[in-house]
């Protein structure tokens, strides 16, 4: 079993920036994979960013790559979602997964993901 709990999430205006941290307690966080996903009011939930195990590989979403960073800190059982340039439509609720996997396969299909965190809210104003 593993725990995620995101914060960091809030209000920021367009082009403005927030970074998100989903920190896991239980098994080893090397284990898995993280990834992030977001779901606005009446969407799918969609694929953000993921990195890999051991953090050499990294994916990310067409619509967010060039503004956004994940990274971990397996030392401190955390992923970091770094969103720059800021967009109203990425207003949503962000989500950290964890997925059991190889060390170096990352996966952006929600079902490939065991554990999720409870979510964290980033609204971008206009």
């Known amino acids: 079993q593993v725990q995620l709990v995101e914060s960091g999430g809030g209000l920021v205006e367009a082009g403005g920036s927030l970074r998100l941290s989903c920190a896991a307690s239980?098994?080893?966080?090397?284990?898995?994979?993280m990834g992030w996903f977001r779901q606005a009011p009446g969407e799918e939930r969609e694929f953000v960013a993921v990195?890999?195990?051991?953090?050499?590989?990294?994916y990310y979403s067409d619509s967010v790559k060039g503004r956004f960073t994940i990274s971990r800190d397996n030392s401190k059982n955390t992923v970091y979602l770094r969103m720059n340039s800021l967009k109203p439509e990425d207003t949503a609720v962000y989500y950290c997964?964890?997925?059991?996997?190889?060390?170096?396969?990352?996966?952006?299909?929600?079902?490939?993901?065991?554990?999720w965190g409870q979510g964290t809210q980033v609204t971008v104003s206009s």
């Open positions: 990195i890999s195990r051991i953090d050499r590989n990294t």
């Open positions: 997964a964890a997925d059991d996997t190889s060390w170096y396969e990352t996966h952006s299909e929600a079902k490939e993901y065991d554990y």
């Open positions: 239980g098994r080893a966080f090397s284990n898995y994979a």
